[in-house]
């Protein structure tokens, strides 16, 4: 039962540009969200997060955005940098369970 | 900071073997996850331990699986006997206890069972 879902598995942008990452979730109490970032060969490294009493959190480039009403997070990065290229993964918790459910990940690739 | 140690960083063996992989996560942090990593399942918890005391471990597989927290700053997880489908990257990740806190994870075992 994938309560988080991705349904891009990849995402192509050029350099300068915007990447805009799309996550959905099915289960009502998750009430912490949070974004990590993977290149290969490594561990997800935390990226960004929102608890659900917010709808926008901003860190430098990277933004996520959250819609509770439509179960519906989005991660904004501006200007997206060829370092960028990796998979990303979002990630939900209900706050006083502690485990994260992650999505599959999108594999995002910056082009120049 | 070190970071989450994990231990060792590739394995391959033989079927029927079996595997013991170790995580030192991040001095003060009193939460500690295993993950599994496939390219069917995605990431996926195993199990996690609060204070040293195993809270979850619904995600374990099967009993071939075991994991172990001695003490705050090791653990293991276990493999006997070993199956090519458990063949995967296998995190460590740790937090500050409870709550909803960021977790922070090693680079992984990569582990190879033929």
């Known amino acids: 039962d994938q309560q988080v879902k991705q349904n891009s598995p990849s995402l192509s942008v050029q350099e300068g540009r915007i990447s805009i990452l799309n996550c959905d979730y099915t289960?009502?109490?998750?009430?912490?969200f949070l974004w990590y970032k993977k290149y290969p060969a490594e561990g997800p490294t935390f990226l960004i997060s929102?608890?659900?009493?917010?709808d926008k959190n901003e860190d430098g480039r990277f933004t996520v955005f959250l819609n509770k009403s439509a179960k519906h997070l989005s991660l904004h990065i501006v200007p997206s940098q060829p370092g960028d290229s990796a998979v990303y993964f979002c990630?939900?918790?209900?706050?006083?369970?502690?485990?994260?459910?992650f999505g599959a990940g999108t594999q995002v690739v910056v082009t120049p | 900071d070190a970071g989450v140690i994990q231990s060792p960083r590739h394995e391959v063996t033989e079927m029927g073997q079996e595997v013991t992989l170790r995580c030192k996560p991040i001095s003060g942090h009193n939460s500690l996850f295993w993950y599994r990593q496939t390219m069917m399942r995605g990431l996926e918890l195993l199990i996690y331990?609060?204070?040293?005391?195993?809270?979850?471990d619904s995600g374990m597989p099967e009993d071939r699986f075991s994991a172990k927290m001695p003490n705050a700053s090791f653990s293991t997880l276990k493999i006997q006997p070993s199956e090519p489908r458990d063949s995967a990257v296998y995190f460590c990740?740790?937090?500050?206890?409870?709550?909803?806190?960021?977790?922070?994870f090693g680079p992984g075992t990569r582990l190879t069972v033929t």
């Open positions: 929102i608890s659900s009493i917010k």
């Open positions: 331990f609060n204070n040293n005391v195993p809270i979850d």
């Open positions: 289960n009502s109490m998750f009430d912490y």
């Open positions: 990630a939900a918790s209900e706050a006083s369970w502690g485990k994260l459910q």
């Open positions: 990740a740790s937090s500050k206890a409870g709550g909803a806190y960021e977790q922070y």
